[in-house]
């Protein structure tokens, strides 16, 4: 099987690392071989973060460059925009629609563009933008944002409900895992 | 069972299993979580020391106490530790001595880009460079063996994309390992005499090592189709290789990256028409190519900056690069790391702004000060520098009246490099004025404790270094502590001590709002009909202020209501919420 690119970006501390781990998981199970790499240390201090997933018969390298990646899964409609180049021809972006502004926008020396996933859409791109956080905070918290877009990512894999369950329960602590169980299908069927 | 493993948990599998059982290193991304991880098994005694050059002596001296030990630091800590280092290479081991150390290609956490093997060479000891975290576990157990078996320290070389992707990995058992120390002068003690002894060793050692790479399944040849070409390459270089070219051309995989293998290199380069060395950072491999008399391509072809990916491997070797995906906005603001809202720093760095006061800076989260709206420090160079630095300035003003110079250092980064510097303060009698941050933990690489918290690397109570009593022990007569939450307060110290005729510390002291125990006060509230929209709050870069309609707005969800924008607030526009 060629190498399937998957790429998680957002803005630090809006938990990727759970995505990706939860992702690992399920894709161990299944005898892959993966590459996963993570950004820690200075950019996770609220600047743009991105990580990435490989998976095939053999991964190589652990990153993935221009014009590669299958799936950009964003927490932000920015950082969706942000990383466009990296999408293969076909390739698809799977978004939360939240808007989080960064620092030269927030000191007014940068604008927010207006109707990002109307411009994605119109540059070609086949754009699934949906509003993550409301269904996370309907599944009991905010911070499940990355469970609802891998619920949301899932619907285009074969992998069955119960696979991506059983990864879930292996990822998160008990106490958290009916809210994120809730959270992955509202995303899934979203 | 196979697992999924970052690069630096490989690692500290690998200290686990090869019965590593003291662990001493200093957090430095990307190196931190080796430690960390290591941490964890009830086997292994593992500290924070407060820098790398005590982490290495102090691993040193567990070696020679017969117990495997490892201490392990980001690129620029191996620079502190590079002097027991030169040393330890002389004397050998008793016990295996490994140390990881982890460069940053790319910078994505760094201050400089530089490239550690240089120090393999330098020191004349062997270093292994693992590609993913399958090697990252095994050559950390390998490298215990050549350790004691060839007497000699062992650098394992990490960099970002090992340390931290995660890969497969099979995980085996702990074997146990002890030996007894037995005193050996001629060996341990580096006196002349017995250093004049040693080098001649040292050499004869590089030579068996030189010897054992000829033949070690480490450095690996593997076939190709198409002998054009022939590449040598070792770590995510060799990953982005095989990406690109798969089994076209024939690659040699370095895993011992010093000494060499002459013959392997020599053979190799012979069984094809071009050889090309691909490797990040620094000619390495290439000038080692160049000095067996090779013709080879590489930092002629290949970039000594920045990280590689397999695009950029292929366009250099006129491969096939994808398309790449359309580009959707012209302008997309960059989203560069910020100061975290409730961070205790920020209202430090705003009355050094306020001031114009130059503040030579250091290592660690308020290096973010630099940015604007901020942009409150003058420099950033190593560990300790500002202390040291403050020091050449105010001397080199030579008491002008107008003096306005402070140092700004962290509580961890104080503790590991900024002690020595106060002390030259102290004893050459400078009028500097020092400004210690302390946020209670070592907040940039991800929440480590110090000397100065009170917690050890297990997490259990234990000596807390009091910053306050140690100022004054070296010598310092005026030490004061300030809230940096109040603006008025922080002011007037400032003032004061700048204005002081002798030198003075003043303790900014808040925890890190990021931490679990630190409770958040409510969200402050903006009272829409008093903003002016003058801005003023706006002077602080807090990611919780925005302007929404010409006026100042609080996102709810970040805001940890400490208070400082209400405090720059003329018109009492924004509030702090009532107590329930």
Same mark, same amino acid.
Request: aromatic fraction near 6%.
């Given at each position: 099987?060629?190498?399937?690119?998957?790429?998680?970006?957002?803005?630090?501390?809006?938990?990727?690392?759970?995505? =990706?781990?939860?992702?690992?998981?399920?894709?161990?199970?299944?005898?892959?071989?993966?590459?996963?790499?993570?950004?820690?240390?200075?950019?996770?201090? $609220?600047? =743009?973060?991105?990580?990435?997933?490989?998976? $095939?018969?053999?991964?190589?390298?652990?990153?993935?460059?221009?014009?590669?990646?299958?799936?950009?899964? =964003?927490?932000?409609?920015?950082?969706?925009?942000?990383?466009?180049?990296?999408?293969?021809?076909? $390739?698809?972006?799977?978004?939360?629609?939240?808007?989080?502004?960064?620092?030269?926008?927030?000191? $007014?020396?940068?604008?927010?563009?207006?109707?990002?996933?109307?411009?994605?859409?119109?540059?070609?791109?086949?754009?699934?933008?949906?509003?993550?956080?409301?269904?996370?905070?309907?599944?009991?918290?905010?911070?499940?944002?990355?469970?609802?877009?891998?619920?949301?990512? =899932?619907?285009?894999?074969?992998?069955?409900?119960?696979?991506?369950?059983?990864?879930?329960?292996?990822?998160?602590?008990?106490?958290?895992?009916?809210?994120?169980?809730?959270?992955?299908?509202?995303?899934?069927?979203? | 069972?196979?697992?999924?493993?970052?690069?630096?948990?490989?690692?500290?599998?690998?200290?686990?299993?090869?019965?590593?059982?003291?662990?001493?290193?200093?957090?430095?991304?990307?190196?931190?979580?080796?430690?960390?991880?290591?941490?964890?098994?009830?086997?292994?005694?593992?500290?924070?020391? !407060?820098?790398?050059?005590?982490?290495?002596?102090?691993?040193?001296?567990?070696?020679?106490? /017969?117990?495997?030990?490892?201490?392990?630091?980001?690129?620029?800590?191996?620079?502190?530790?590079?002097?027991?280092?030169?040393?330890?290479?002389?004397?050998?081991?008793?016990?295996?001595?490994?140390?990881?150390?982890?460069?940053?290609?790319?910078?994505?956490?760094?201050?400089?880009?530089?490239?550690?093997?240089?120090?393999?060479?330098?020191?004349?000891? !062997?270093?292994?460079?693992?590609?993913?975290?399958?090697?990252?576990?095994?050559?950390?157990? @390998?490298?215990?063996?050549?350790?004691?078996?060839?007497?000699?320290?062992? @650098?394992?070389?990490?960099?970002?994309?090992?340390?931290?992707?995660?890969?497969?990995?099979?995980?085996?058992?702990?074997?146990?390992? %002890?030996?007894?120390?037995?005193?050996?002068?001629?060996?341990?003690?580096?006196?002349?005499?017995?250093?004049?002894?040693?080098?001649?060793?040292?050499?004869?050692?590089?030579?068996?090592?030189?010897?054992?790479?000829?033949?070690?399944?480490?450095?690996?040849?593997?076939?190709?189709?198409?002998?054009?070409?022939?590449?040598?390459? %070792?770590?995510?270089?060799?990953?982005?290789?095989?990406?690109?070219? /798969?089994?076209?051309?024939?690659?040699?995989?370095?895993?011992?990256?010093?000494?060499?293998?002459?013959?392997?290199?020599?053979?190799?380069?012979?069984?094809?028409?071009?050889?090309?060395?691909?490797?990040?950072?620094?000619?390495?491999?290439?000038?080692?190519?160049?000095?067996?008399?090779?013709?080879?391509?590489?930092?002629?072809?290949? !970039?000594?900056?920045?990280?590689?990916?397999?695009?950029?491997?292929?366009?250099?070797?006129?491969?096939?690069?994808?398309?790449?995906?359309?580009?959707?906005?012209?302008?997309? *603001?960059?989203?560069?790391?910020?100061?975290?809202?409730?961070?205790?720093?920020?209202?430090?760095?705003?009355?050094?702004?306020?001031?114009?006061?130059?503040?030579?800076?250091?290592?660690?989260?308020?290096?973010?000060?630099?940015?604007? *709206?901020?942009?409150? @420090?003058?420099?950033?160079?190593?560990? /300790?520098?500002?202390?040291?630095?403050?020091?050449?300035?105010?001397?080199?003003?030579?008491?002008?009246?107008?003096?306005?110079?402070?140092?700004?250092?962290?509580?961890?980064?104080?503790?590991?490099?900024?002690?020595?510097?106060?002390?030259?303060?102290?004893?050459?009698?400078?009028?500097?004025?020092?400004?210690?941050?302390?946020?209670?933990?070592?907040?940039?690489?991800?929440?480590?404790?110090?000397?100065?918290?009170?917690?050890?690397?297990?997490?259990?109570?234990?000596?807390?270094?009091?910053?306050?009593? @140690?100022?004054?022990?070296? /010598?310092?007569?005026?030490?004061?502590?300030?809230? *940096?939450?109040?603006?008025?307060?922080?002011?007037?110290?400032?003032?004061?001590?700048?204005?002081?005729?002798?030198?003075?510390?003043?303790?900014?002291?808040?925890?890190?709002?990021?931490?679990?125990?630190?409770?958040?006060?409510? *969200?402050?509230?903006?009272?829409?009909?008093?903003?002016?929209?003058?801005?003023?709050?706006?002077?602080?870069?807090?990611?919780?202020?925005?302007?929404?309609?010409?006026?100042?707005?609080?996102?709810?969800?970040?805001?940890?209501?400490?208070?400082?924008?209400?405090?720059?607030?003329?018109?009492?526009?924004?509030?702090?919420?009532?107590?329930?």
């Amino acid at each position: 099987m060629q190498t399937k690119n998957i790429m998680i970006v957002g803005v630090g501390g809006q938990g990727s690392l759970l995505a =990706s781990k939860l992702l690992g998981r399920l894709l161990l199970t299944k005898g892959y071989d993966i590459k996963v790499s993570e950004v820690h240390g200075m950019s996770q201090r $609220g600047g =743009s973060v991105v990580t990435y997933v490989r998976f $095939g018969d053999k991964v190589y390298s652990p990153v993935i460059d221009k014009g590669e990646a299958d799936y950009i899964v =964003s927490f932000e409609l920015l950082e969706a925009a942000r990383w466009t180049e990296y999408l293969r021809k076909g $390739g698809k972006i799977v978004t939360n629609t939240q808007q989080i502004n960064p620092m030269p926008v927030i000191t $007014g020396v940068a604008e927010y563009p207006a109707d990002l996933a109307e411009k994605m859409q119109a540059a070609g791109i086949q754009v699934d933008a949906f509003d993550a956080l409301s269904l996370a905070e309907q599944a009991g918290s905010a911070k499940a944002v990355n469970i609802v877009l891998m619920g949301h990512l =899932s619907r285009n894999f074969d992998f069955t409900l119960e696979e991506w369950l059983d990864a879930i329960e292996k990822s998160v602590p008990a106490k958290f895992l009916e809210m994120n169980k809730k959270a992955f299908i509202l995303g899934r069927e979203a | 069972m196979k697992q999924l493993m970052l690069g630096n948990e490989a690692v500290a599998r690998g200290l686990y299993e090869a019965g590593c059982s003291f662990v001493s290193s200093y957090p430095g991304t990307p190196s931190t979580e080796i430690t960390e991880a290591v941490a964890k098994y009830q086997e292994v005694y593992a500290e924070w020391a !407060p820098n790398e050059k005590v982490a290495m002596e102090a691993a040193f001296g567990a070696c020679l106490a /017969g117990k495997r030990s490892f201490c392990g630091m980001k690129h620029v800590g191996l620079n502190v530790a590079a002097d027991p280092l030169f040393t330890i290479a002389y004397t050998g081991v008793n016990a295996g001595m490994v140390i990881a150390v982890a460069d940053d290609a790319g910078m994505h956490s760094s201050q400089n880009e530089q490239d550690s093997r240089h120090y393999a060479r330098a020191a004349k000891i !062997p270093m292994l460079e693992p590609a993913d975290s399958a090697e990252a576990l095994a050559f950390t157990k @390998l490298a215990y063996d050549i350790s004691e078996k060839f007497d000699t320290p062992v @650098l394992v070389k990490m960099c970002t994309r090992v340390a931290h992707s995660q890969s497969v990995v099979e995980p085996a058992e702990r074997v146990e390992f %002890s030996k007894t120390y037995e005193k050996n002068p001629q060996k341990y003690i580096m006196m002349p005499g017995n250093a004049k002894r040693r080098h001649p060793f040292v050499e004869e050692r590089t030579k068996a090592l030189a010897d054992w790479a000829e033949t070690a399944d480490i450095n690996r040849v593997e076939e190709g189709s198409d002998h054009s070409r022939g590449i040598i390459t %070792s770590s995510t270089s060799y990953q982005y290789v095989k990406e690109v070219c /798969g089994d076209k051309y024939p690659v040699l995989k370095l895993g011992m990256i010093w000494p060499m293998p002459e013959k392997k290199i020599r053979d190799f380069a012979a069984s094809v028409d071009e050889l090309v060395v691909v490797e990040e950072l620094d000619s390495f491999i290439e000038a080692h190519c160049l000095s067996l008399g090779l013709k080879v391509t590489g930092k002629d072809t290949f !970039p000594c900056i920045d990280e590689f990916s397999q695009n950029l491997v292929a366009a250099k070797l006129n491969a096939a690069v994808p398309e790449t995906g359309a580009k959707v906005a012209d302008m997309i *603001p960059a989203r560069p790391p910020v100061m975290c809202a409730g961070c205790p720093h920020r209202g430090l760095f705003y009355t050094l702004a306020k001031n114009k006061i130059t503040a030579l800076g250091d290592i660690g989260c308020y290096t973010l000060g630099a940015v604007p *709206p901020l942009g409150a @420090l003058d420099t950033t160079i190593c560990m /300790g520098a500002s202390i040291s630095g403050a020091h050449g300035f105010t001397k080199a003003q030579n008491g002008a009246a107008d003096n306005k110079t402070v140092a700004v250092i962290g509580d961890s980064t104080f503790m590991h490099s900024g002690i020595t510097g106060l002390v030259n303060v102290a004893y050459n009698e400078s009028n500097a004025t020092i400004i210690i941050v302390d946020n209670s933990i070592t907040g940039m690489t991800g929440h480590q404790q110090n000397p100065t918290t009170g917690f050890n690397l297990k997490g259990d109570p234990c000596t807390k270094i009091d910053l306050e009593t @140690l100022c004054r022990a070296v /010598g310092i007569r005026r030490v004061r502590v300030v809230d *940096p939450y109040n603006l008025a307060e922080t002011e007037t110290a400032i003032k004061e001590e700048l204005a002081a005729p002798e030198a003075s510390v003043i303790i900014s002291r808040r925890p890190c709002a990021l931490l679990k125990y630190v409770k958040h006060n409510k *969200p402050v509230r903006v009272e829409s009909d008093k903003c002016r929209s003058c801005k003023m709050c706006m002077k602080i870069g807090c990611p919780a202020i925005s302007m929404k309609d010409n006026k100042a707005t609080i996102d709810n969800t970040l805001c940890t209501g400490c208070g400082v924008c209400a405090q720059l607030c003329k018109f009492d526009a924004i509030q702090a919420a009532k107590e329930d």
